[in-house]
């Protein structure tokens, strides 16, 4: 147990002590009067009605009843009308503080409270030849943080990559391969040059450009059927087909894979859409059969079902009038799967907004065909706009590259860095730069997505991102550095101090933002939020930042005080790592 809980369970303990007060009357929480200096209060209404007493007697006799010991975490409990507040021991404290955080180290704030229960969380899922956009950037750094989280509160994690690899515009993508060669290169270049193809073949089959290659096809018309001859070759399994198809496979996990590197990503499952796709005919007769869908000749369609709050959804399509089926079939088939194979307590997808009411409809129907009984999460988030305020979009031309972002970030950081050198704040080798420069800025790229509610909107702004200084990732980043480059001073920092010396409010304030890490990551997880991770890193970088301008640590008035400061550099530095950690940032020792 943390700190702050055993501070809530011994006044919860002192409080049953006095026998005047029920567990079930017992009800902390922050407090809420104004100007009120006091860490927990205690409403005391329950209490009040429990024992036919008013509410400000009732804390009155409480505070009269209550002790505490000297060493207790709990110091005083004073009234303010009805409630009772309790205040922390400041020394008991930063000494149980700084003893969770040296015991914990890179786990500190960590717990068990998942027990082992099953998540499957499916981010970035890229489409197979084509470079990943910012939706899929979006949802690849949102998502591993919220699979950080989980796996910090000690459930099991299953990290899904559900690459689009299926559908008509294969069909495309093999012909036009077969007609204009296989593009070589590698990275984003070669996505590029595969995704040029295909609109040059689609452009060809609508006669719009004129051919310019040897191939001389006998119409427009034909193209058409040529792509659709290939695409049925490719569910068919037709050698030469599965052989082009699985070459654009592998080459766009090659070219994705030194962008996730860089991020730090990794998953456990990289099934494609096209794993589901013997499990496709099941789920069409399921849906058939059922009450909830309708024939229409060969289409099967859904009307009317209520999402989960009971809210009808608009009609929607589980087999084409082709008899095709649909990405929908294949969500339906994929949660099928997980259920049967791991049997989850949620499954959480970080998808973007536009394809909520996808997954609305994909959610009822899979619980209405009793296919899981997990619960099903779809954590939406907002647009990316560029620095003139439009949305990045692939026709307007102005879309940001996952492999292009990294490499600007890098530069940018880069030319930041070499700036702070030419001005003698800092010292860095050759070799360092060029790490801290990837550091920085890949930090500052992730941190951008998510220091802020994700359905809200977000801004490439190159400035705020890299900013040393505000709510940004190479502030916090500098914090940590600041703080090595004070331990690097005090050379052996020795293991035994006095955390009893520990009481300026400075310290005590820096203490308790430490102290909050595990509601942290417990706040964050139940709610999907990585930005409360952020907010509280960056309120543990100001409080540090304050700590640092009032007390000295180096020069401090007594060597034991020394000491104890340096202990409480230490564990500020492992606090801030472990959060950066959590958003999977990297907190270089130097910048
Ligand atoms: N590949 C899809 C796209 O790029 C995203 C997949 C989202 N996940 C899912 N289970 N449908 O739009």
């Known amino acids: 147990m943390y700190t702050f809980a055993r501070f809530e369970q011994a006044i919860r303990e002192a409080l049953l002590a006095t026998n005047l007060i029920s567990a079930a009357d017992i009800d902390l929480g922050a407090p809420k009067a104004a100007g009120v200096q006091a860490d927990l209060a205690l409403p005391c209404f329950r209490a009040a009605k429990s024992r036919g007493s008013n509410p400000a007697q009732v804390a009155q006799e409480l505070v009269a009843a209550l002790q505490f010991a000297p060493d207790s975490l709990v110091a005083i409990a004073t009234i303010s009308g009805p409630y009772v507040n309790f205040n922390l021991n400041p020394q008991a404290f930063a000494k149980a503080v700084l003893t969770d955080i040296q015991a914990g180290g890179a786990t500190y704030g960590s717990s068990t409270k998942g027990n082992n229960r ?29 699979a950080n989280l989980y796996q910090r509160l000690g459930y099991e994690v299953i990290r899904d990559n559900h690459l689009g690899d299926y559908g008509k515009q294969f069909g495309v993508n093999i012909a036009a391969t077969l007609r204009f060669g296989k593009p070589e290169g590698e990275g984003e270049a070669v996505l590029a040059a595969i995704e040029e193809q295909y609109k040059r073949y689609n452009l060809l089959m609508k006669g719009t450009v004129a051919e310019d290659t040897e191939y001389d096809p006998d119409s427009d018309a034909g193209l058409d059927d040529e792509a659709r001859a290939w695409s049925l070759k490719l569910e068919q399994g037709d050698p030469q087909a599965v052989e082009i198809w699985q070459w654009m496979v592998d080459l766009t996990k090659t070219a994705n894979q030194p962008n996730y590197d860089r991020l730090g990503v990794h998953f456990d499952l990289q099934h494609g859409e ?12 399921d849906a058939g059969e059922s009450e909830l869908a309708e024939r229409d000749g060969n289409a099967i369609i859904v009307k009317d ?10 009609t929607f399509l589980i087999q084409r009038s082709d008899g095709g089926t649909l990405y929908m079939t294949r969500d339906i088939a994929t949660i099928k799967y997980r259920e049967q194979t791991y049997n989850p307590d949620a499954m959480i997808y970080i998808v973007g907004q536009p394809q909520e009411l996808h997954f609305r409809q994909t959610f009822a129907i899979s619980k209405a065909l009793g296919y899981t009984d997990a619960e099903l999460i779809h954590i939406s988030f907002g647009t990316v706009f560029d620095a003139k305020g439009q949305p990045l979009s692939t026709r307007k031309g102005n879309m940001i590259y996952l492999e292009t972002l990294l490499d600007e970030a890098r530069n940018r950081a880069k030319a930041l860095i070499e700036q702070k050198m030419a001005e003698g704040k800092t010292q860095l080798t050759a070799e360092l730069i060029d790490q801290v420069a990837e550091q920085v800025g890949v930090g500052a790229v992730m941190y951008n997505d998510l220091y802020q509610d994700t359905k809200r909107n977000i801004t490439v702004d190159w400035d705020r991102m890299l900013a040393f200084e505000g709510n940004s990732s190479p502030y916090l980043q500098y914090m940590h550095a600041r703080c090595c480059s004070i331990l690097r001073d005090f050379g052996e920092l020795p293991t035994s101090y006095d955390g009893s010396l520990l009481s300026h409010p400075a310290e005590t304030g820096l203490l308790k933002e430490l102290a909050r890490l595990p509601q942290i ?9 990585p930005f409360v991770v952020a907010d509280w890193l960056y309120a543990t970088a100001r409080a540090f930042s304050a700590f640092y301008d009032a007390c000295s640590v180096l020069k401090a008035e007594t060597p034991e005080l020394r000491i104890a400061r340096g202990h409480v550099v230490a564990a500020t530095a492992q606090a801030l790592r472990n959060g950066l950690a959590l958003l999977s940032i990297a907190a270089p020792e130097r910048m």
């Not at 030849?129 to 591993?144: D, E, L, N, P, Y």
């Not at 096209?274 to 007769?285: N, Q």
Request: glycine share 4%; net charge positive.
């Open 118 to 146: 099953k998540v499957i969380v499916e981010y970035s899922s890229p489409n197979i030849a084509k470079r990943m956009h910012v939706g899929h950037i979006r949802s690849t750094i949102i998502g591993q943080a919220i």
């Open 274 to 285: 096209s794993f589901y796709k013997d499990m496709l005919a099941e789920i069409i007769s």
């Open 305 to 314: 079902l209520p999402d989960h709050r009971g809210k009808k959804l608009p």
């Open 521 to 529: 990551i417990d706040e964050a997880a139940a709610r999907y939020a």
